[in-house]
């Protein structure tokens, strides 16, 4: 019974003390949070205060470096400018694909197929940019070719300078985009960039020619697409006039003809007939 009471009596602060906790004021509970969150702000500022001075004395002695790097590239280092530049034309090759070559005309034809079919991403955007690369290649062969030998090889071989490859790798392009640019389009250009309207066609600048051959390019290839359009439109009105007729009006006509669409397109072989008549129109 002694040790009952003795365990018991002991038990009793311990509980006292429990339940003062529980008495605590929530007043005092939020001032303790308020100090420790106080404490570690302060302690964050100050870590971050010390990091920034740090690299601060570490980076003066290196701020210096970007004006050296300058100061030898302005210097007459030939060899650093050439890899400037070259490096400068590797960035500027997807562009030069696209505005200097027959890449518009096809990506978009070959879009609008796409498009009159009916079909959403079939072939998808990967293989539709891939066959216009290889058709481009193929159009772009004998201007690829020229280029080659007037131009790359003598490069290649220290014949000629940096300046002069550059001239002569761009009179087969000049030559290809002017076979292919409406004489409306380099006249409109011309007019706009002031020049005489007698100026040859060697003299007009690159910046007009380019300007015109894109032009041109956009032309050609919705021309193309407005009569590959023709026979699918022929199918839709008539799917559509045979649901009117038979009263189904609720039924998608496009739901119907594409598959009309399709079986005729592969009937009649259309990616030949399409892709011979992009190249052809060269």
Not at 24 to 41: D, L, V
Not at 52 to 61: A, D, I
Not at 92 to 120: D, E, K, Y
Not at 231 to 237: K, R
Request: hydrophobic letters at 50%; proline letters at 5%.
């Amino acid at each position: 019974m002694k040790t009952v009471n003795s365990a018991n009596t002991s038990l009793v602060p311990a509980r006292l003390n429990i339940a003062e906790d529980r008495l605590e004021p929530a007043g005092g509970r939020r001032g303790k949070n308020f100090k420790k969150t106080i404490k570690t702000c302060a302690a964050t500022s100050a870590a971050f205060v010390l990091c920034v001075v740090g690299l601060s004395l570490m980076t003066k002695n290196a701020s210096a470096a970007p004006f050296e790097t300058l100061k030898s590239l302005l210097d007459n280092d030939s060899e650093t400018l050439q890899i400037i530049m070259i490096l400068t034309a590797i960035t500027l090759i997807p562009t030069m694909l696209i505005m200097l070559t027959g890449f518009t005309r096809i990506v978009i034809v070959l879009s609008i197929v796409r498009n009159a079919l009916g079909l959403q991403n079939m072939p998808p955007n990967t293989v539709i940019i891939g066959l216009a690369i290889f058709i481009t290649y193929f159009v772009m062969s004998p201007v690829l070719t020229e280029i080659n030998d007037t131009a790359y090889k003598p490069y290649i071989d220290n014949e000629i300078e940096f300046s002069e490859f550059a001239e002569k790798a761009m009179d087969p392009l000049r030559d290809f985009m002017l076979k292919q640019t409406y004489e409306e389009d380099l006249s409109f250009f011309s007019n706009l960039s002031k020049l005489d309207p007698g100026t040859a066609l060697e003299d007009i600048p690159d910046s007009v020619v380019i300007a015109s051959f894109v032009t041109s390019e956009l032309k050609h290839a919705f021309a193309i697409g407005f009569f590959i359009y023709i026979p699918f439109i022929v199918i839709d009105m008539i799917v559509a006039s045979t649901l009117m007729a038979m009263g189904m009006m609720m039924l998608p006509p496009a739901m119907l003809s594409m598959p009309f669409k399709i079986l005729l397109f592969v009937l009649v072989d259309g990616w030949r007939m399409t892709i011979g008549t992009i190249i052809n129109s060269f």
